[in-house]
């Protein structure tokens, strides 16, 4: 089984620059952007370092693919061992071997099966903040087409609280680099976005 880890586009996934308080873009010179509350962007900082953490868990993962192919070669090896001694009188060792070849390869077959469970539920959880992340970026970027609603904020903040509830736990070394790569790209990007610390 492949493990599919999605890598975007830094530029398609880049902090949106806070607006001007008033004043024309060069864009749309007789348009007005509204300023964007701390909320809006601390929420879809929030996602995106979801997205980052899940994306690191994902990566851990890559070794599925290895356990089909491991429990085929052991079930062959399996089968033509048995073929074998059809027709003889299998010594004590053999059987024990073969018993235990057996048990081996259904404790593999059974972690495979976990793990792939695994792997489909972080790679949709992934999308599912990704997709989050771009939408509310667009919004933002795109308010002086289409202004933000009074109620965006707790709109997407729900929408968040909705993916995170059924989300599968991710290690705490995935979540500590995630959130180091999003201080890091904010400091780099867009300074001023840098939550408070006091």
């Known amino acids: 089984m492949h493990v599919d880890v999605t890598h975007t586009d830094p530029s398609a996934t880049r902090v949106p620059e806070q607006a001007p308080r008033a004043g024309a873009t060069s864009q749309h010179p ?23 953490a899940t994306s ?15 429990a085929a070669i052991i079930s062959a090896v399996t089968a033509t061992t048995i073929f ?10 053999v059987r024990v071997i073969i018993g235990s070849v057996t048990v081996l390869t259904a404790a593999i077959t059974a972690l495979q ?10 790679s949709d959880q992934h999308k599912h903040f990704h997709a989050f992340h771009r939408e509310v970026q667009a919004a933002i970027e795109q308010r002086a087409k289409t202004p933000l609603p009074p109620d965006y904020a707790d709109k997407i903040e729900k929408e968040l609280a909705s993916i ?31 939550p408070s610390r006091g």
């Not at 994902?58 to 491991?70: K, P, T």
């Open 113 to 122: 099966a976990w793990a792939s469970k695994q792997v489909k539920g972080l």
């Open 84 to 93: 074998a001694t059809l027709n003889k009188s299998p010594s004590t060792a």
């Open 164 to 194: 995170t509830a059924g989300m599968i736990p991710i290690g705490t070394w995935a979540w500590d680099r995630a959130k180091a790569e999003m201080e890091h790209d904010i400091r780099e990007t867009s300074p001023h976005l840098s």
């Open 30 to 52: 007789s348009v007005e952007l509204e300023p964007v509350s701390g909320l809006i962007y601390q929420t879809m900082r929030d996602g995106w370092t979801f997205c980052k």
């Open 56 to 70: 690191k868990a994902l990566g851990r993962y890559q070794w599925v693919s290895w356990l089909g192919a491991a």
